[in-house]
């Protein structure tokens, strides 16, 4: 199979286009030539992640979760093809309240393929699954690759495993062109807060700003986890659909892993501030699996990707991030205005 931008222009709709994730592939689709990027997100989640961006693609606000608002999204833009990004990814958020996280993430997607399927479209459709959706992993299971069970500890994870699913589904009763993937923890700029890796360097950053006590609150740093940068794994997301097999499923990941405490320690050598480290009963969860490392070889033999990114660089990136963040704010509140939406 070709380079899918080669015959001639594409369009590509990200849906959850101003998210982490989102807004990253943005810009790799915006390196290719012959790309149309389209993209869509709720009105209440704002464009500060796309500002850069905004003059060079088509953003509609809808909500995926009104079949309507869809199905007319999807006859206005007519997409060769749909990265579908959107939904609602805070594993906290998902114990707080499982139906919302479940009914949000689901019925998203199904009237994503229930209007291509009305309409009579032939995209190619990526669907954004988890390493979540694994679980329970035995030490037997490691390093994980695709054929390993799927044991979901977590309200996210499963409505990760329904949409996974879900699209597989489609591709067997309705043919589409789904390819489906498995993204590990991945990391980079842009993050907001509620995962791991920004929260470290969101308190880092307001640490250094004299605008927190220099005590840093962790929850568990034993468990052990698969990092990518987010810009290997969006270039992953589009060679899934230029390469990947139709009806396939895909591990994006490292191939190693690294304890929580490890992530901290690097971060913290990346600061000149003395910072005390103090565990909070608020940041453990009820149930956290214990190790994922995943296997991409199935990925990387279809497709040739490979990661680009070292960890240090990706820690580098968000931690900068994060100091531009911190002083950003506090310039905006000094001035009288409002603290800027992470």
């Known amino acids: 199979m070709g380079r899918i931008g080669e015959a001639k222009a594409l369009r590509a709709l990200i849906t959850g286009v101003a998210g982490f994730a989102g807004s990253h592939l943005t ?35 809808a909500d995926l979760g009104d079949a309507e608002q869809t199905r007319e999204l999807l006859a206005h833009v007519c997409p060769d093809l749909i990265f579908h990004l959107a939904a609602q990814a805070s594993v906290e958020r998902a114990w707080r309240n499982p139906a ?60 990760k495993v329904a949409q996974d699913y879900l699209g597989y589904q489609y591709y067997l009763s309705h043919h589409l062109h789904i390819v489906r993937v498995r993204p590990f923890n991945h990391i980079g700029p842009r993050q907001g807060p509620g995962f791991v890796v920004p929260d470290f360097a969101q308190q880092i950053a307001k640490i250094e700003a004299g605008q927190q006590e220099p005590v840093l609150r962790v929850g568990n740093l034993d468990a052990v986890r698969d990092f990518s940068d987010v810009r290997d794994i969006v270039r992953g997301y589009y060679l899934a659909l230029e390469k990947g097999r139709p009806g396939a499923v895909y591990n994006l990941c490292s191939g190693r892993g690294y304890a929580i405490r490890e992530i901290l320690d690097m971060l913290l050598r990346l600061s000149d501030v003395a910072i005390r480290v103090e565990g909070d009963p608020a940041r453990m969860r009820p149930s956290d699996i214990p190790v994922l490392i995943g296997d991409s070889t199935r990925f990387r033999a279809e497709t040739g990707w490979a990661p680009q990114y070292d960890l240090q660089q990706s820690l580098r990136a968000v931690l900068a991030d994060w100091r531009q963040r911190v002083a950003q704010d506090h310039s905006s509140l000094a001035s009288g205005g409002s603290a800027a939406t992470v």
């Open 100 to 159: 919302e996280t479940l009914v949000n993430n689901l019925a998203a997607q199904a009237n994503v393929l229930g209007a291509v399927v009305a309409l009579g479209l032939a995209p190619r459709i990526l669907i954004v699954g988890s390493a979540d959706e694994y679980g329970l992993v035995r030490p037997e299971d490691l390093p994980i690759d695709e054929e390993t069970p799927l044991r979901p500890l977590n309200p996210y994870a499963v409505s």
């Open 27 to 61: 810009d790799y689709l915006l390196s290719l030539e012959g790309m149309e990027v389209y993209g869509v997100s709720l009105p209440r989640d704002g464009t500060q992640n796309i500002a850069h961006a905004l003059s060079r693609i088509t953003l509609r606000l």
